[in-house]
């Protein structure tokens, strides 16, 4: 958690260029977003988004565990 919150601060740049608090939070977000979806990660070597179509191209949907959480069923 604490390398994502890193990852996030450095694509945020310093927080005085930020008119205020709604542009900080368009900041934040677009910085979440990228980081989620186009970043490369390390232990993938490929961004999420590619690792998720990698899965469903291998196993037909990446969610074959509907109704799971942490390994328990859920209703």
Do not use: Q, W
């Amino acid at each position: 958690m604490e390398r994502c919150i890193k990852s996030v601060k450095e694509e945020l740049g310093p927080l005085s260029d930020y008119k205020d608090v709604d542009e900080l939070y368009i900041g934040v977000a677009n910085a979440i977003h990228y980081y989620n979806h186009s970043r490369i990660h390390t232990a993938l070597k490929m961004s999420p988004t590619a690792y998720a179509e990698r899965l469903k191209l291998k196993s037909g949907s990446v969610f074959k565990r509907r109704g799971m959480v942490f390994g328990k069923k859920v209703a």
